[in-house]
């Protein structure tokens, strides 16, 4: 029976995995659940992930959740996976692990609280909240500050000294990603200072594609939506579902 | 070269390694790093970890943090570690990484901050915050929840319905123990619905004991000196770094 991957493009954890599928090319299929719609609370899904949580995967009798590890667990179980996305070496493995870790505590919370607080909160129903937005911005930048100084020291593309992609790199990137809904200014002002994080994004961009632009044309296509928006002065959508479920 | 654990006992992930390598034999040289006294962020340590954080291993060329990635890189490297730590079959693997995320976006939060807001911040130069006390209470209540009826489902002694511990019981064992240090009742309070997470932390304390007991004395200690400062009305003792740093 083919990997089943049951997502919604619209959370950044969901993309990675299926761009790292497609880019490795892992039959798969995809299973929309529509987190604006609260698919992922639905009693069928919740036979699948009792968390209520995307992305999940279906192989054969595994029924994995967490992004972090259905990347490892591909990488693992598919052959044709190439050795630098998750190496055999124990300390590059080791070190992965390390900034998948580390992304949890710091990138995650930054990036995913600031977009939370200070620009999708009213189309989800609740309202935007300075202080929790500043205290994640202060997570972000101190986050972006060690992006640029500690993991992407050297001259390599990719995280680590690597001169090729981890699964690490296509996670955090993802992650970084969801701040293009952000205002195209507050964007640039968060990111200008780190020139090596925004290099190495275009470097895993370029990596994976086409299959990058392709699962981000949800992203790309609500970020011209928040921007007209903004334009007209109004936030009165219907919930677009934007917040990461994993 | 042995291996050097740098640690304070008083931060939860650094008793999770400690007691890891004695229950299996792994020799090593424990380097203390008084977090009360800030020496995590010492010239000297940040050569060796330039993010200032415990616990922290050399082992050989490789440095490396972050507590999990630390159990999963000793489980592959020393021969003597038993299978069920960490397990070579791919799903059982899956799902200890599964089982490791969650904790980083639930338990942890819950935890750390339950008991930063609600006992430790006096004690760190900072105030009580009823507030966010309140909004971990609610993250560590529904991550107790999800542990009883969900991670620790069916009679197994262990998580997903192992009867042998996982690198995951231990690390997420030694999270909860730091609620050690709160008023009794109040310990009481939380635990007592979750039975299963009470016999949960008791089984994984008798799998690692006599370990288990004699690292995590100084967070007994602490909690008598606590409970006598409770009683006394007082909370005037100098900083004594209970934070986790991982």
Redesign the interface.
């Known amino acids: 029976m083919k990997l089943k991957v049951y997502a919604d493009r619209m959370s950044q954890p969901s993309r990675a995995v299926i761009i790292f599928c497609k880019v490795n090319g892992i039959e798969f299929d995809e299973v929309l659940i529509i987190l604006a719609k609260r698919q992922q609370l639905s009693p069928e899904f919740k036979e699948i992930n009792?968390?209520g949580k995307v992305p999940t995967i279906v192989d054969g009798?595994?029924k994995?959740?967490?992004?972090?590890?259905?990347l490892?667990?591909l990488s693992?179980?598919f052959p044709s996976v190439a050795d630098h996305w998750y190496p055999n070496d124990?300390?590059k493995?080791?070190?992965i692990?390390?900034v998948?870790?580390?992304h949890?505590?710091n990138l995650?919370p930054g990036a995913a609280g600031y977009v939370m607080n200070s620009v999708l909160a009213p189309f989800l129903g609740g309202s935007l909240d300075s202080k929790a937005a500043a205290e994640a911005e202060q997570i972000l930048t101190k986050s972006l500050s060690?992006l640029e100084t500690?993991w992407l020291k050297g001259n390599a593309k990719f995280l680590l000294g690597s001169n090729q992609p981890s699964i690490a790199d296509l996670s955090l990137v993802c992650e970084l990603m969801q701040l293009q809904v952000l205002d195209e200014k507050d964007r640039l002002r968060l990111f200008s200072p780190y020139k090596k994080v925004e290099e190495w994004i275009e470097n895993t961009r370029k990596a994976t594609q086409p299959h990058f632009d392709v699962v981000h044309k949800t992203l790309y296509g609500a970020k011209d939506k928040f921007e007209k928006q903004r334009k007209m002065g109004t936030t009165t959508v219907s919930k677009p579902g934007f917040q990461s479920k994993m």
Chains 1, 2 share one sequence.
């Not at 994995?64 to 259905?70: D, G, Q």
């Open positions: 009792p968390l009798r595994l994995l959740f967490e992004s972090h590890a259905i490892i667990y693992s179980a124990l300390s493995r080791a070190k692990h390390s998948l870790d580390w949890h505590s995650r060690t500690f």
